[in-house]
């Protein structure tokens, strides 16, 4: 073991622990947001809530203020905030408080870059600056005296609860004392897994068409409605998963002719265009641009967009679709008149 130790670095092995604890929980919330089989479990949001709430802002605290904090007296009277720093109930307030001010303002930079808000810069961003921080405050804090340095009391507080524990006056107090964090780790328990496992709302997924306006933006407007057989215009389907798990689905896409007796719309003809068969976690958002281009003529044509779960029956049944949409598109057949000479 300890030539296991000599072989790290200096610079490592002289961390302290607090921002050692910073730097694993860094770590360790990316395993869990990245690796694919830890990004569907709670994990997730167990390391994902302390990184945006309050490391941030402890990193920053341990940058500014690498010097130990006194507490006020008993008295209430205190010295200048620069004379005594700040202790360790100001460090935690004030790291709820900068992680809420600094998150914020990461992804409004983020919002005017390429990258956008969205989940893997957001992470590069937070885990950057924490990082960063963390460095910082390393170098500040190992450039005082050891007796001026800021420095978790573990060994106190351990020192402190095993004698709460195992050395109380009486049995009664042992008893409470045991009775007393239980009840506490039940309660961090009960409020662990409120947030990891939330209620699970409705269920369901969004279903959409979009087209590219004249910047390039896609939006839910100026659907292609004239076409001649034979010509090909782009549109993009979308699918929205809100069904708290990965689901398998089919995309079916039929430009059909269709009879409507009694308000009832019959299929006469159809000709199938595109399938896709896209896999898609619950929260994401799958997009795909495609060309629609018609052989078959008429008026009133209908394009229609089927999604099933998982694969559809054969021969197809359009009733039992999840979700429907469709144009009303004419198409013509190409004017192949000659231009007069």
């Known amino acids: 073991m300890a030539s296991i130790r000599v072989q790290v670095p200096a610079q490592v092995r002289q961390l302290p622990a607090d921002l050692a604890a910073v730097l694993g929980l860094v770590v360790l919330t990316n395993l869990a947001v990245f690796l694919p089989v830890a990004r569907e479990t709670p994990l997730r949001i167990v390391f994902g809530l302390p990184l945006v709430l309050f490391i941030p802002g402890y990193a920053l605290i341990a940058a500014l203020f690498p010097e130990a904090g006194e507490s006020p007296t008993e008295d209430g009277e205190t010295s200048a905030l620069s004379d005594r720093g700040i202790d360790g109930i100001e460090r935690v307030a004030l790291s709820f408080g900068l992680s809420i001010a600094v998150v914020p303002l990461l992804g409004l930079v983020l919002n005017f870059t390429p990258w956008g808000i969205r989940l893997v810069p957001i992470m590069i961003a937070v885990s950057g600056f924490t990082v960063a921080m963390t460095a910082l405050?390393?170098?500040?804090?190992?450039?005082?005296?050891?007796?001026?340095?800021?420095?978790?009391?573990?060994?106190?507080?351990?020192?402190?609860?095993?004698?709460?524990?195992?050395?109380?006056?009486?049995?009664?107090?042992?008893?409470?004392?045991?009775?007393?964090?239980?009840?506490?780790?039940?309660?961090?328990?009960?409020?662990?897994?409120?947030?990891?496992?939330?209620?699970?709302g409705e269920s369901f997924s969004e279903f959409y068409l979009l087209t590219e306006n004249e910047t390039g933006e896609l939006v839910a407007d100026d659907y292609p409605t004239e076409f001649e057989r034979g010509q090909s215009r782009p549109l993009t389907v979308g699918i929205a998963n809100q069904e708290h798990e990965r689901a398998n689905y089919t995309v079916i896409a039929e430009l059909q002719r269709v009879d409507i007796v009694d308000n009832e719309t019959r299929v006469r003809e159809a000709n199938e265009l595109h399938r896709f068969q896209p896999s898609i976690a619950h929260n994401e958002t799958w997009h795909r641009q495609h060309t629609v281009t018609p052989e078959m003529t008429g008026e009133r044509l209908r394009l229609q967009y089927l999604l099933y779960k998982g694969t559809p029956a054969t021969p197809l049944n359009r009733s039992a679709a999840y979700r429907e949409l469709h144009l009303w598109v004419n198409v013509t057949a190409p004017n192949t008149t000659a231009p007069p000479s």
Do not use: M
């Open 137 to 200: 405050a390393a170098r500040r804090r190992l450039e005082l005296a050891a007796e001026k340095r800021f420095s978790v009391p573990y060994r106190q507080w351990l020192d402190a609860g095993r004698t709460e524990l195992f050395d109380a006056d009486t049995r009664t107090d042992a008893i409470l004392n045991v009775v007393l964090v239980c009840s506490v780790l039940l309660a961090a328990g009960a409020v662990t897994y409120a947030v990891a496992v939330p209620k699970q």
